[in-house]
C-alpha cells in the first residue's frame, strides 16, 4: 500500500516533478524564478508551458481544458473548451497557447458583484495563478485539465475570493520581511503563510436526503425532533468507523491523494453521522484551492456510495454542528516557522515580537475576523445554539501567559514553564514527553504549539475570505512596527519595549479560561471585547473607515471592492433566509399540516367507532392525544399564516434592511413554525410523517 501511494500521489497534477520531466531546463527555471519571486512571466515562456501542459493532459486522456476560480458564490466556477483546432483539410490539431493559458473570458454578468457590474456588461477576466498547480479531473464528461485562475471584472475589480487572498499574502510577505531584515535576516527574500483546514461534515443515506425538501434546498433539516439518543453518550467521537463509511473514506483519500491534496487525519467527529478529514499544511493559497477541491470531491465520492455529504454549519438541531479550524502560520522562505518559540520562549525575542504582533492585530481587528467566519449557516453555532463563541479571544496556555504576565509586572521574562515527563502510573505504559500546556477546545483563535487556529470558520465556507483578513491585519501591524524600529538608535532596546507595550495595551485578549461559559462573556463585556452574534451584525465592519484604511493601505481590497462586498454579503443572507423560509412553507402546507389531518381525522374517526361500538368505553387517551393534535395543528397553521405573510414583506425592501429584516423577523418566525411541528413528530405514528426523521438520518447510513 505504501508503494502505491507513492506512486499515485499528485500523479494527476502538473506539479514541480512533471515541470522538471518535461520543460526545457531555461524554461523551467524561469517559471519558478515567477513562482517564487513575482517576477513578470515572458510570454514565450508561457507558451512553452502550455505546449507541455496539453500534452501531458492529452497523453492522460484530457479533450478539454478549463479557468477552474472561484467567485463570490462560495463555490468554484468553469468553463471548458477543447483542445481542437480546425485545419485546412477539414481536420483538427490539439493546441493549446499560452495567451489560452493566460486569459479565460467568461460571462462575468450572473457572478455576485455587489454592483461592480450591471447585467448588461458581461465581459470578466480569469488569469492564470502561476503558484497554484494545474491538475487533471476525471468525471462522467471525460477528463479536464483544469488551471487555477483569479477572476477580476472588465474594469479590473476582484470578482472573486483568491484575488484579495494573493494580494494580502503578498502584503504579509513584504512586512514580515522588513522585519526580519532588521533582526539581520537579510537572507529572508520572503514569507509565506501556512494553512491547514480541518474539514468536518456530515454523511447520510442518499435515499432518505432525497425525500427531505429541507436538505435538498438549504442543505439543513428545518424541521425535526430530537432522537431519543443524540451525542450525550459521547460513543461517536474516534469511534470504530462502520463499514460503509470506511469505504468512502478510503475512495475519498485515493482521490484526493491522486491530486496531491495532503489528506492526512480522519476520524468520527462528536455528533452521529459527523466526521472530519484534516491535511498536512500548506501555502494558503494552495490550501484554499486544496479544500474547495475537498469539498467537491467528498460530494462525489459520498453519492457513488449512497450517501450524501452535508457541509452546512448545522444541518440537524441539537447536536453539534460542523466547523473549519484554519490553522495559521507564517514561514520563511529559507524555512523558519515565525510562530516556533523554541523551547526557551522567554528568549526568543524573535517569536515575542511576531506574537505580540498577532495579539495587536487580533485585539484591534477582531470586528473583522468575526465577519471573516460568518455566513448564515454559521449563526447556529457562533454566539447561538453551540460554541465556539461569537466573542474573540486569544488562548496561549500557561507557558505563553507566563512569559506575557512576566514582561507586563516587571518589564523581563526570565523563565519559561517546561513540560517534563509524563507518567500515568503504570508499568506497561512507558514515560513520554509532556507538552509544556494544556489545550482549550473552547477558544475561538488558539495558540496551538507554532500556529493559531482560528477555529471560528464554517464547514461550507472557503478558507480564502478568513486568511484574507488573517494576513491583512498582521501584515498591517508589522508594517507599524517595521516603520517605528526602523527609526530605532538602538534596535535591542526598541525591540524589547515595543514588545511590553504591546502586550501590556492588548492584554485583554488573551483568556485561557472556558470560552463556553455564561462568565466569560459577562467578563469579556467588561474587558470591551465585542460580541457579534449574527452575520448582518457583522457586515458593517467590511464598509469601516477603519476597514478600508487598513485594506486599501496595504492594496488587498479597493474601497469598491469592499463595499461591493457588504452588499454581496446582505444579498448572501437575504437570500438564504428566504429559500429556507419559503422551503418550510411548502413542507409544513403540504406535507406536515395535510399528515397530522390525515392523522387527526383517523383518530376521531377511531375515537366515534369504539363509542359507537361501546358507549361505556373510555376513550380518554384517544381524546387528549386528539386535543393535543388538534391545538398543536392549529398553533402549526397560525405560525405558516404568519410566516408567509413576513415573506411576503420581506420581498420589498433592499441590502441591509432587508438582510435585517430576514433576520429579526423572519428568522424568529421560522423558529415558531418549526416548534409546534416538531412537537407533532414526536405524537403522530411513524408511519404517517412524510418525511424521515432525525433517528433515521443520523443513525441509518
Keep these: 500500500m505504501v508503494e502505491k501511494l507513492t506512486e499515485i500521489f499528485g500523479k494527476d497534477v502538473f506539479n514541480e516533478a512533471t515541470m522538471v520531466e518535461r520543460l526545457p531546463k531555461k524554461i523551467y527555471v524561469a517559471l519558478k524564478k515567477t513562482i517564487e519571486n513575482g517576477t513578470s512571466l515572458d510570454p514565450a515562456v508561457a507558451e512553452v508551458v502550455a505546449n507541455a501542459m496539453k500534452d501531458w493532459a492529452i497523453e492522460r486522456g484530457a479533450t478539454h481544458y478549463t479557468h477552474w476560480f472561484q467567485p463570490m458564490t462560495g463555490i468554484t466556477a468553469e468553463k471548458h473548451d477543447s483542445f481542437i483546432a480546425p485545419t485546412v483539410d477539414g481536420k483538427i490539431i490539439m493546441e493549446f497557447s499560452g495567451k489560452e493559458l493566460i486569459k479565460g473570458e467568461p460571462d462575468a454578468s450572473s457572478f455576485p458583484s455587489g454592483g461592480l457590474r450591471a447585467t448588461f456588461e458581461a465581459r470578466g477576466y480569469t488569469a492564470w495563478d502561476i503558484t497554484s498547480p494545474a491538475f487533471l479531473r476525471e468525471d462522467a464528461s471525460g477528463v479536464t485539465l483544469c488551471i487555477p485562475t483569479a477572476f477580476c471584472s472588465y474594469t479590473g475589480e476582484a470578482l472573486d475570493k483568491k484575488t484579495p487572498l494573493l494580494r494580502s499574502m503578498e502584503a504579509l510577505s513584504k512586512e514580515a520581511t522588513r522585519v526580519l531584515n532588521l533582526f539581520g535576516h537579510n537572507d529572508v527574500t520572503s514569507v509565506s503563510c501556512s494553512v491547514g483546514p480541518e474539514q468536518e461534515y456530515f454523511l447520510i443515506d442518499r435515499n432518505k436526503y432525497l425525500q427531505r425538501e429541507d436538505l435538498i434546498f438549504s442543505g439543513r ?140 492585530a487580533v485585539d484591534d481587528n477582531a470586528d473583522l475576523l468575526r465577519l471573516s467566519a460568518s455566513n448564515p449557516g454559521n449563526d447556529h453555532r457562533l454566539g447561538a445554539n453551540e460554541a465556539p463563541p461569537a466573542i474573540i479571544s486569544v488562548f496561549l496556555g500557561e507557558q505563553l501567559a507566563d512569559v506575557l504576565t512576566q514582561l507586563i509586572e516587571t518589564g523581563e521574562a526570565k523563565t519559561s514553564k517546561q513540560g517534563g515527563k509524563m507518567n500515568v502510573g503504570a508499568h506497561a505504559i512507558p514515560e513520554f514527553g509532556k507538552d509544556a500546556t494544556d489545550r482549550n477546545r473552547t477558544s475561538p483563535f488558539a495558540f496551538t504549539g507554532n500556529k493559531f487556529e482560528f477555529r471560528m470558520l464554517g464547514s461550507s465556507m472557503s478558507i480564502a475570505g478568513a486568511n484574507t483578513v488573517l494576513n491583512a491585519i498582521v501584515a498591517d501591524v508589522l508594517g507599524q512596527i517595521a516603520d517605528e524600529l526602523e527609526k530605532a538608535d538602538n534596535f535591542e532596546l526598541a525591540v524589547h ?77 437575504s437570500k438564504t433566509i428566504n429559500i429556507e423560509a419559503k422551503t418550510m412553507i411548502q413542507m409544513a402546507s403540504k406535507k406536515f399540516i395535510p399528515a397530522v389531518i390525515k392523522y387527526a381525522t383517523s383518530l376521531a374517526a377511531s375515537i366515534n367507532s369504539v363509542k359507537s361500538a361501546c358507549p361505556d368505553a373510555i376513550v380518554s387517551v384517544q381524546e387528549d392525544l386528539l386535543k393535543e393534535t388538534s391545538a398543536l395543528l392549529a398553533q402549526s397553521q397560525a405560525a405558516l399564516k404568519k410566516l408567509t405573510a413576513y415573506v411576503d414583506e420581506a420581498a420589498d425592501k433592499e441590502g441591509s434592511e432587508q438582510a435585517l429584516f430576514f433576520r429579526t423577523v423572519v428568522f424568529p418566525a421560522m423558529a415558531e413554525l418549526r416548534t409546534p411541528i416538531d412537537a407533532l413528530e414526536l405524537l403522530v405514528e411513524k408511519e404517517v410523517w412524510p418525511v424521515p426523521t432525525y433517528g433515521d438520518l443520523l443513525f441509518e447510513v
Design 497 to 573: 519595549d515595543l514588545i511590553k507595550k504591546t502586550v501590556t495595551e492588548h492584554q485583554k485578549i488573551v483568556f485561557n479560561g472556558n470560552g463556553y461559559s455564561d462568565e466569560w462573556v459577562v467578563e469579556a463585556e467588561k474587558r470591551g471585547l465585542p460580541n457579534i452574534k449574527s452575520m448582518v451584525e457583522a457586515v458593517p465592519a467590511l464598509v469601516s473607515e477603519k476597514a478600508i484604511t487598513l485594506f486599501t493601505k496595504h492594496n488587498v481590497f479597493s474601497e469598491v471592492e469592499l463595499h461591493s462586498r457588504a452588499e454581496i454579503e446582505y444579498e448572501a443572507y
Design 221 to 360: 433539516t428545518l424541521f425535526g425532533a430530537m432522537p431519543p439518543k443524540g451525542q450525550e453518550l459521547e460513543d461517536h467521537y474516534f469511534g470504530s468507523l462502520k463499514e460503509r463509511i470506511a469505504a468512502f473514506m478510503k475512495e475519498l483519500n485515493e482521490e484526493c491523494w491522486k491530486l496531491g491534496i495532503l489528506a492526512k487525519t480522519q476520524h468520527n467527529e462528536v455528533a452521529p453521522a459527523q466526521h472530519e478529514i484534516a491535511p498536512i499544511f500548506t501555502t494558503a493559497n494552495i490550501a484554499t484551492d486544496h479544500n474547495q477541491l475537498l469539498m467537491e470531491i467528498m460530494k462525489k465520492v459520498a453519492s457513488r456510495h449512497g450517501l450524501t455529504c452535508l457541509l452546512h454549519e448545522k444541518p440537524f438541531a441539537g447536536v453539534n454542528g460542523s466547523g473549519k479550524h484554519n490553522n495559521w502560520s507564517m514561514v520563511t522562505n529559507t524555512g523558519k516557522n515565525l510562530l516556533d518559540p523554541g523551547k526557551t520562549p522567554h528568549e526568543n525575542v524573535q517569536f515575542l515580537l511576531f506574537l505580540a504582533a498577532v495579539l495587536k
